[in-house]
Nanobody, 115 residues
């Protein structure tokens, strides 16, 4: 089974920055995408950013220009650089990995943006 472990979540002031990381381990074949979702209290889980096997990158409109996703395919690792953070960014952030067979999720890391 595939295991995803996130790290980097923290309490940060508005306007600050955080860098999240996710490392995947286990038997993984033909990764189609790696990326990040988030879920705030009372809201549905939403896509934040994803990188696909063909090179395409998707960002949520709310984070464009502020967040940057990067990936190391050889290490099955993905990062999310978050700048100019706002209170609305407060959520649990989940790493996600997609193969031709399954979708895998990490346990999540809490990001809280508050002064």
């Amino acid at each position: 089974q595939v295991q995803l472990v996130e790290s980097g979540g923290s309490l940060v002031q508005p306007g600050g920055s955080l860098r999240l990381s996710c490392a995947a381990s286990g038997s993984i074949f033909s990764i189609y995408s790696m990326g990040w979702y988030r879920q705030a209290p009372g809201k549905q889980r939403e896509l934040v950013a994803a990188m696909y096997s063909g090179g395409r990158i998707n960002y949520a409109d709310s984070v464009k220009g502020r967040f940057t996703i990067s990936r190391d395919n050889a290490k099955n690792t993905v990062w999310l650089q978050m700048n100019s953070l706002k209170p609305d960014d407060t959520a649990v952030y989940y790493c996600a990995l997609t193969t031709h067979e399954n979708n895998y999720w990490g346990q999540g890391t809490q990001v809280t943006v508050s002064s």
